[in-house]
């Protein structure tokens, strides 16, 4: 057997299959993860929404964001002010970016298509992976330490073991350790299909949900009150070159910007949903009540424990350590200690496997159709962890992780040309069939690009570029105006990219932005929803022909439809 027929026996092997009954077409544009969902894979009720908030809520990052805030010198009251007001708004931009999702049970993936253009989409789905890839791997670095913690408390002395790695790696024995078990524990979690999340979800919300606040009861009770951190009032310090108002924007700006890839690829999840009312109810319960409920909680102990301690501790991993310690090593201290770490590293490792592994698999289904699914994908990207070096990126590039964190620079902007194009050009209506092809496709545009979408991006991250140049590389007296500009970067790239896109479409219009397929085609709606969208069902409809093209209301060219199936001509 030559090279060349061995070639093809292995690409054929690797190749997806999907069932041509499903509509599950595999392609350069299409795959059974790319598809508008059909009803039967729509299993998210709203505790599934609840639970994926849930998991990006009670973590390490949200316990800590108060201190945030209070070391810029703002008060306790100021601080919960933003994360109330910040945590309302990643609520409202969430169902804003993921309502096309809701309706079309399409994924951030194809939804990126009627916007730049089926090549162009490439340009956000590249950024998605590359945070996907780094943000996974430090993921699994933190979830490391705190899986470190668990077996410092089953065994004492591992908390002691001598490094055995050489200086050039930034990082120790006891830390790699934790990061291998925790990655390796993570991984069989991967085969598991985001229509079958349910129970995780449900295990990790009540677990870590109840260590919290067991957590916050023992320190109470043990404290027998708050600390002094508690009546941390306003004390911003005379060299501050800003007044709380501008200190409050900056907050809200950061806890909008921490979140900005989750709220960015909202479709992907809210796709799974059986109704809109699940993703609404499930997500202001989670997102907003349960973020700030968590923010409060970590303050509340964080503030009991200075009172025990003597000192502020607000990273959970060394709050354990120390009460470890206190407790002499007794098998009480440790039990304690190993269920608190156990419960923020499921939520780690499960935040991670949804917000970065399974979503870097769906958008890595978007480059390579023919051969990637989620699952794939999902694999691809956990293996990559070690490709990137988390404890390279943690303990060395201090300025890249900041940079990273900034990241919504760039997508703040991506978000407010999808939300122009869909809600107030396209009037909520899109062409599934034209999203899977390029021929004859309508989001073709100029050699599959939408030239107008790329000046509209741009001009949304230039005027704030510059306040995150000199505030990652930590400038002593940067330019008033450009640090102002970055403390509002979230909201002007979004608005300006938004307006800047709807002009251009009104001075160079588009034809026929508001057509939609007059049958459906990949049999996504159910018939209520058909029903809705004036929209022929595969299975209600029988010997219907429609040919020709597009009125105002949208048609499927060259399509007949029968009681068997529907086929394109």
Known sequence: MDIKHRLVVIEQKVRLRGDDAQHEQTDSWSNRDLIPLPPTRRTWGWF????????????????????????????????????????????????????CGLKWHIGFTVQNRYTWGMRASYIPLLQRILLN??????????????????????????????????????????????FTIFWFLSTPFLWLRPERFKLPFQIISVYCGIGMLSWMIWALATAKGVGPLWDTPENIPTSSPWNSSWLIMSGINQMLGGIAAGITNGSDFSRYARGKRHYIVGTILSAWI??????????????????????????????LMVMMDSGKGSSKARAGVFFLSAGFALTAMFENICGNAVAGGIDLAGLFPRYIDIRRG???????????????????????????????????????????????LRKRKIRLSHLYRTKDSTYYFWYG???????????????????????????????????????????????????????????????????????????????????????????????????????????????????????KL
């Open 133 to 178: 890839f780094i943000w996974n791997a430090v993921q699994c670095w933190n979830g490391g330490r705190l899986v470190a913690v668990c077996v410092a408390a089953i065994w004492p002395s591992f908390a002691r073991i001598r490094n055995t790695l050489p200086s050039s790696m930034p990082t120790t024995t006891y830390e790699f350790v934790g």
């Open 48 to 99: 599934h929404f609840f639970g994926f908030w849930a998991i990006s809520s009670l973590n390490i990052a949200n316990w800590q964001t108060p201190n945030t805030f209070l070391t810029r010198g703002l008060s306790v009251a100021q601080s919960m002010m933003i994360i109330v007001v910040g945590r309302l708004l990643i609520s409202m931009f969430s169902a804003l970016i993921a309502w």
């Open 378 to 424: 999902a694999i691809i990207t956990f293996v990559a962890a070690w490709i990137v070096q988390p404890w390279q990126l943690i303990n060395r590039a201090i300025t890249f992780i900041s940079v990273l964190s900034s990241f919504s620079v760039f997508l703040a902007p991506i978000m407010g040309v999808m939300a122009c194009d869909y809600y107030i």
């Open 449 to 567: 690009v939408n030239w107008r979408v790329i000046p509209a991006w741009m001009c949304g991250w230039a005027p704030t570029i510059g306040g995150l140049v000199v505030t990652v590389r930590g400038d002593a007296n940067p330019p008033r105006a450009l640090v102002q500009l970055y403390y509002m970067a979230f909201f002007i790239g979004f608005f300006t990219s938004a307006t800047i896109f709807f002009v251009l479409n009104k001075l160079f219009p588009v034809p026929h932005m508001d057509q939609y397929d007059e049958v459906d085609i990949y049999g996504t709606f159910t018939e209520a929803e058909a029903r809705k969208l004036g929209v022929i069902r595969l299975g209600n409809s029988r010997d219907v022909t429609i040919d020709g093209t597009a009125d105002g209301h949208g048609s499927v060219e060259n399509v007949v439809v029968d009681d068997i199936g529907i086929d």
């Open 290 to 319: 349960t973020g700030t409920i968590v923010s409060f909680i970590g303050l509340v102990t964080a503030s009991a424990c200075q009172k025990i301690y003597g000192e502020v501790y607000w990273n959970p991993p060394d709050l």
